[in-house]
């Protein structure tokens, strides 16, 4: 089933590319007075601990017990597991690009994106978004994978687009970001990766985000923030690519 559904999407790319203050206590020992003072420095501390860590799961989480990674690599684990759920499949060849998020259940699910070419002759690569499911046995299974008409426009031209060495946004790339989207309304882009660069005259660069409409309930997509930064520290937003998907192989 798998092949055939790798040479049926194969053929589709190619037709399309986060008190109230107690009275004052009656007189006490010191011993009675510092056993208090270490009590309410410790209630204070485990409150203090609790809010972040609740902070912190409000800003990893995403929907449905979805959570963002601590890192967007794929790791050599995350690459056999990919080996693993779509061996078998033929016509279109997969690369994993980024760890987008992970779920766990009896087992663990990993959101992953994927670069995917047809293998035919002078294919375009675009993004695919993927669901591999691995068991508590180390099983791995494809739940699903969706194509997107977004390329990755790489290639091997000089002055071309190179996929990053790190997908690990350095301070400079966080800088360029938040300087482009300065003052953009509508709608919430938080990065995650950054995917590619390009050397003109000055730098492209192709931002991984998790997008989110800024309404009530909004469920969040994933989109390619396209940023251009010249030679004088000047950024700006090029272009904004939304990751939506078209056809479904399984």
């Not at 977004?150 to 996929?163: A, H, S």
């Not at 520290?233 to 192989?249: F, K, M, Q, R, V």
Request: proline share 4%; net charge negative; glycine share 8%.
């Amino acid at each position: 089933m798998k092949k055939t559904l790798g040479i049926l999407m194969a053929g589709m790319m190619v037709l399309s590319s986060v008190g109230c203050a107690a009275s004052s206590p009656a007189p006490e020992t010191t011993a009675a007075v510092e056993t208090s003072a270490a009590a309410e420095t410790t209630a204070a501390e485990t409150t203090t601990l609790a809010e972040t860590t609740d902070a912190a799961a409000q800003t990893d989480t995403i929907t449905g017990g979805w959570n963002r990674p601590e890192s967007p690599e794929i790791t050599s684990d995350l690459e056999e597991l990919c080996r693993k759920a779509l061996d078998g499949m033929t016509g279109v060849s997969y690369t994993p690009a980024a760890l987008l998020s992970t779920q766990v259940v009896a087992g663990t699910n990993y959101r992953i994106l994927f670069r995917a070419a047809a293998a035919v002759p002078d294919s375009e690569e675009v993004y695919a978004i993927g669901t591999i499911y691995e068991d508590l046995d180390g099983n791995a299974t494809l739940e699903d994978l969706q194509m997107t008409s977004v390329k990755t426009n790489f290639n091997d031209l000089e002055g071309g687009w190179r996929p990053a060495e790190s997908l690990t946004l350095t301070e400079e790339v966080q800088n360029v970001f938040d300087t482009a989207l300065d003052g953009l309304t509508g709608v919430d882009y938080v990065p995650l990766a950054l995917l590619g660069t390009q050397t003109v005259a000055g730098t492209n660069y192709a931002v991984l985000c998790e997008a989110t409409v800024v309404y009530p309930d909004a469920e969040p997509y994933y989109a390619i923030v396209y940023l251009y930064e010249d030679l004088g520290g000047n950024s700006e937003l090029t272009d904004i690519a939304n990751l939506e998907t078209e056809t479904t192989a399984q």
